[in-house]
C-alpha cells in the first residue's frame, strides 16, 4: 500500500481538498450530506447522504442524467427525491430494523402524545411519524439542496426517535 497525503481547508460552505497532485476535488456539505465535484477527469461528482456515528452512508454518481447543478428541470427532481426516498426506506426503515419497528409499533406517534417533549424534537419526530408525512415531507422539496436537507432531516429525527425510546426502553 502507498504513502497518502490529503489536506482540506474551509471557506464558508466549501471544503478545497487537497492531494499530493494539488486541488483534488471541492466539497458541499458537512456530516450526514455532502456533495463533491472532483477536479480531476477520472472522477464524477459523488453526492453521499448517511447517518452520522453509525458507519451507515449512501453514496451515488447522479444517475439517468441527473446535473451536478443545484437547478434540475421538474422530472429531474421528482427522480431525484425517489432515489432519496428509496435510500431511507432501504437504509433506515428495512425489515427488521429498528427503524421499521418505529412504524410498526406506532412508537413515534406514543412519544408525541407525550406532551413533555420540546417543540423542535416535537417538529423533527412529526416529520417521520408514518410514512406518508416522510414521504409528503420529502416531496414538498423545492429543489436539489432542500430535498438533500429534508432526507438529512429524516435521518436526524430517526436518531433522536431512537435515544428517546431507548431511553424509555419502548423498544424491544
Given amino acids: 500500500m502507498g504513502f497518502r497525503f490529503r489536506r482540506s481547508a474551509r471557506l464558508g460552505p466549501l471544503r478545497f481538498n487537497f492531494s499530493k497532485g494539488g486541488l483534488s476535488s471541492i466539497s458541499v456539505g458537512g456530516r450526514g450530506a455532502s456533495f463533491n465535484i472532483p477536479m480531476n477527469l477520472n472522477g464524477g461528482a459523488r453526492t453521499t447522504v448517511g447517518l452520522p456515528g453509525t458507519g451507515l452512508s449512501w453514496s451515488a454518481e447522479p444517475a439517468s442524467g441527473l446535473p451536478n447543478s443545484r437547478r434540475l428541470r421538474s422530472g429531474q427532481l421528482d427522480a431525484l427525491k425517489q432515489t432519496l426516498l428509496s435510500v431511507l426506506h432501504q ?67 430517526v436518531q433522536e426517535a431512537l435515544l428517546l425510546i431507548d431511553g424509555q426502553r419502548m423498544l424491544g
Avoid at 100 to 128: D, F, K, M
Avoid at 129 to 153: F, I, N, S, V, W
Fill in 91 to 157: 437504509d433506515l426503515f428495512s425489515p427488521g430494523s429498528p427503524g421499521e419497528q418505529l412504524w410498526e409499533q406506532g412508537l413515534v406517534s406514543r412519544l408525541l402524545a407525550n406532551g413533555s417533549l420540546p417543540a423542535r424534537t416535537t417538529g423533527l419526530l412529526a416529520l417521520i411519524e408514518t410514512q406518508e408525512a416522510m414521504e409528503a415531507y420529502l416531496q414538498r422539496a423545492q429543489g436539489q439542496d432542500d430535498a438533500k436537507r429534508r432526507a438529512h432531516r429524516c435521518i436526524s429525527a
